[in-house]
């Protein structure tokens, strides 16, 4: 049961194209909602964040855009770079638990050609 | 920095092979996270840790075992490695709350083959 649906699987677009990569998920009892980033052969790293109570938050060419009622949120990259070709991951935490491990989406594969 | 160092990057191990993977945390971390990464299926949660000794499932711990004897040390254990165990596994560590509880910290990940 995968809770937190991420599409496309991969993704290729032009320097200063606009990628864009779509999560949905199911449970209300998320509240915290990260995007990662995942270069070849490290770990991921957290890109940008929002909670619940923002429909929009914007990090230098990074944005998230929050749906709560269609409980969807994306991630838009403006002008893009070679140097943004890489994996990324939506997530999602629950806030009921205390809980603090994320729940992730199954990942974006990106490429941005010269 | 916060630094999460996973100590084994490459392994390849026998099917039936005990398997230990550390990993170390130098922020004094209450959290760590054992994750694995397949393609096409993202991070599954296989166990995670709120602090010494203490441990709770997460979403896939069928096969293995961790242990935390140490507040910056989480071991994950395969008792008896299988094939469907190949992937790579990250470690990560957050603080316990406030705003700087919200980041989670990745280890560069330990690619695990088991033939």
């Known amino acids: 049961q995968q809770q937190v649906k991420q599409s496309p699987q991969s993704l290729i677009v032009q320097k200063g194209g606009i990628p864009i990569i779509n999560c949905a998920y199911e449970n209300t009892a998320f509240d915290y909602f990260p995007w990662y980033q995942q270069f070849p052969g490290k770990g991921p790293a957290l890109l940008i964040a929002i909670r619940p109570d923002v429909s929009e938050k914007k990090e230098g060419r990074f944005t998230i855009s929050f749906n709560k009622s269609a409980k969807q949120f994306s991630l838009h990259i403006m002008d893009s770079q070679p140097g943004d070709s890489a994996t990324y991951f939506c997530a999602a935490r629950r806030w009921d638990t205390g809980r603090r491990a994320l729940t992730f989406g199954s990942g974006t594969r990106l490429q941005v050609q010269p | 920095d916060v630094k999460v160092t996973q100590s084994s990057r490459y392994l390849v191990k026998r099917t039936g092979e005990k398997v230990f993977l550390e990993c170390v945390q130098d922020m004094d971390h209450e959290n760590m996270f054992w994750y694995r990464q397949d393609p096409g299926l993202g991070l599954r949660l296989i166990y995670f840790?709120?602090?010494?000794?203490?441990?709770e499932k997460g979403d896939i711990p069928e096969g293995y075992s961790v242990s935390r004897e140490k507040k910056e040390r989480f071991s994950l254990i395969l008792e008896s490695a299988s094939t469907n165990q190949t992937s790579m596994y990250l470690c990560a560590s957050t603080a316990l709350g406030g705003l700087s509880g919200n980041t989670i910290y990745f280890g560069e990940g330990s690619w695990l083959t088991v033939v």
């Open positions: 840790s709120y602090d010494v000794k203490m441990k």
